[in-house]
């Protein structure tokens, strides 16, 4: 579907939900019990765990991705539609009430769980959490994808104030491209994972840096741009 030609498509939201269900499934099912050390965990006491939903709880991983796919095909249609002002300001409506209400939401149920946190630890993770800080630790771990995504927005934000939309989907091509030799790479090391060059991919792969520069995610966005 061409970007010009974008409408509202219904499937989209039922691939919100799917994506939403499998990352929850993911987070409770499998990295509950996977990740002891984990906030989920330390949440629930111990009693979050479905062990017996090992043969596909640990895939829901990919949900995340697809959310990354989906706001590439969503922000570029925006984007080439929007002067920047309007760009950053849907962004901001969208994004910042309901981070801010989930965190607060996250904030009391650590409260109410007792769980061991200090509430000043507590409380300095939620004011990075609404602040958006792009490094952890957050009131909720799956915040590391609002950095990400941000990270994203704002490359677009900064084509619209040169006045560059045309260039769009050349530079998501070029960081589609990087990410996806990233991963060629990585699976290569990966055969020999007592090599320096897996050493090196891991480092890469686990970097909050490179989060940020998209080099593990950036050809999920792109894909979704060249829809």
């Keep these: 579907m061409k970007a010009h030609q974008a409408q509202y498509v219904p499937g989209l939201d039922l691939l919100r939900f799917f994506a939403a269900c499998i990352v929850m499934v993911f987070h409770l099912a ?38 990354f796919v989906i706001s590439g095909f969503v922000i570029v249609v925006s984007a080439e539609r929007s002067s920047a002002y309007k760009f950053f ?21 650590w ?9 000043l630890s507590l409380f300095a993770m939620y004011v990075r959490s609404v602040a958006f800080f792009p490094t952890g630790a957050w009131i909720d771990s799956v915040y590391w994808t609002l950095g990400v995504e941000i990270c994203f927005y704002a490359l677009m934000l900064i084509l619209l104030l040169i006045d560059r939309q045309r260039w769009i989907k050349p530079v998501m091509c070029t960081i589609g491209l990087i990410s996806t030799l990233f991963w060629i790479g990585y699976t290569v090391a990966a055969q020999d994972k007592h090599s320096a060059m897996f050493e090196l991919f891991s480092s890469v792969q686990w970097s909050r840096l490179a989060q940020l520069l998209l080099i593990q995610h950036g050809v999920f966005f792109a894909f979704g741009v060249l829809l």
């Design 30 to 67: 499998f990295w509950s019990w996977a990740f002891p050390a984990g906030q989920i965990a330390l949440a629930s006491h111990g009693v979050a765990n479905f062990q017996d939903w090992d043969t596909f709880a640990p895939f829901g991983w990919a949900g995340v991705q697809i959310f």
């Design 111 to 119: 409260l109410l769980v007792d769980a061991g946190m200090r509430p």
């Design 89 to 109: 300001v849907s962004r901001f409506t969208r994004l910042v009430p309901a981070v801010w209400i989930c965190a607060t939401i996250a904030l009391l149920a």
